[in-house]
């Protein structure tokens, strides 16, 4: 399943890539050094672009936060970061 495979797994199969790439030259150097089908599912779910580094790479691929599900739960209810647009108003009108 997309987004099931961590950072460092995808990043394991990254050391004979020659950058910049393409997605699919990507996918084709981790085939041969013997991926997992996670770790190809993830490098085929990026966008077919040109990457610069295999940061980017690690950047794009769908992969898994090493979080805690309880941490998940924590961050979704820190209402502090959550950003939440003022109604639009008209500064010059005088409630009226």
Do not use: C, W
Request: glycine share 6%; aromatic share 4%; charged share 30%.
């Amino acid at each position: 399943m997309i987004g099931m495979v961590r950072e460092n797994e995808i990043a394991e199969y990254l050391d004979t890539v020659d950058f910049p790439a393409a997605r699919d030259e990507i996918v084709q150097a981790a085939e041969r050094r013997g991926a997992p089908d996670g770790v190809l599912k993830a490098l085929r779910a990026m966008p077919p672009v040109d990457y610069g580094s295999r940061a980017e790479v690690l950047r794009s691929a769908a992969v898994k936060e090493d979080v805690p599900p309880a941490q998940h739960a924590v961050r979704a209810r820190d209402h502090a970061h959550q950003r939440i647009a003022e109604p639009l108003r008209d500064p010059h009108r005088d409630g009226g």
